[in-house]
């Protein structure tokens, strides 16, 4: 018990740390890329309530927090999820940034989906991915280096169970393109 807690523990501070670092860095950048790429949107209201051109604190703040709330919620995702995986880091690693960013990127834009309508959908799309991908893709290297898993070999059960999560993940974040494009 001592170990999962550490594990969940070194997760979520992984998570926090890379989900500020490179997911609220990202998320600011890429943010910026999106007005810039449709000036017009200026001073438009977003889902969030941000309004579109402006640089500000307060704003910046926002896309950081989401940022550490959601690097927490992948760090602790992993840890907890990662029996679930094929062993091996990279494998791990490829796997969960791909569930991770069809997930994330279906619940962003079902959650954010009148954006879509004045913001350019594929370079949002585009954006989305890279900053999630490479907000995820760290964090299973991270927790295996600082609290690595025990070794073990998944059964029939645990791979149908991976699998049917992954496809789960894949349908989520198809189908969060088709909306993204209907709007």
Same mark, same amino acid.
């Given at each position: 018990?001592?170990?999962?807690?550490?594990?969940?523990?070194?997760?979520?501070?992984?998570?926090?740390?890379?989900?500020?670092?490179?997911?609220?860095?990202?998320?600011?950048?890429f943010m910026r890329l999106v007005f810039l790429a449709r000036e017009d949107t200026r001073g438009l209201e977003t889902a969030m309530g941000a309004i579109v051109g402006e640089f500000t604190g307060p704003g910046t703040a926002a896309i950081?927090?989401?940022?550490?709330?959601?690097? =927490? @919620?992948? *760090? $602790? +995702?992993?840890?907890?999820?990662?029996?679930?995986?094929?062993? /091996?880091?990279?494998?791990?690693? #490829?796997?969960?940034?791909?569930?991770?960013?069809?997930?994330?990127?279906?619940?962003?834009?079902?959650?954010?989906?009148?954006?879509?309508?004045?913001?350019?959908?594929?370079?949002?799309?585009?954006?989305?991915?890279?900053?999630?991908?490479?907000?995820?893709?760290?964090?299973?290297?991270?927790?295996?280096?600082?609290?690595?898993?025990?070794?073990?070999?998944?059964?029939? =059960? @645990?791979? *149908? $169970? +991976?699998?049917?999560?992954?496809?789960?993940?894949?349908?989520? /974040?198809?189908?969060?393109?088709? #909306?993204?494009?209907?709007?």
């Amino acid at each position: 018990m001592r170990w999962w807690l550490r594990s969940v523990a070194i997760g979520a501070a992984v998570g926090f740390a890379v989900g500020v670092v490179v997911g609220g860095t990202l998320g600011r950048v890429f943010m910026r890329l999106v007005f810039l790429a449709r000036e017009d949107t200026r001073g438009l209201e977003t889902a969030m309530g941000a309004i579109v051109g402006e640089f500000t604190g307060p704003g910046t703040a926002a896309i950081y927090a989401f940022g550490a709330i959601a690097g =927490v @919620a992948l *760090g $602790v +995702a992993y840890a907890v999820g990662r029996t679930l995986l094929p062993a /091996g880091t990279r494998v791990r690693t #490829i796997f969960f940034t791909l569930g991770t960013t069809a997930f994330m990127l279906g619940q962003i834009v079902r959650g954010n989906r009148e954006d879509f309508s004045i913001l350019p959908v594929t370079l949002s799309l585009i954006l989305i991915v890279g900053s999630v991908a490479l907000t995820a893709a760290p964090v299973p290297l991270l927790v295996e280096r600082l609290a690595p898993d025990r070794e073990r070999n998944l059964g029939r =059960v @645990a791979q *149908g $169970v +991976a699998a049917l999560g992954m496809i789960g993940f894949a349908v989520f /974040g198809v189908t969060g393109i088709l #909306i993204a494009y209907a709007v």
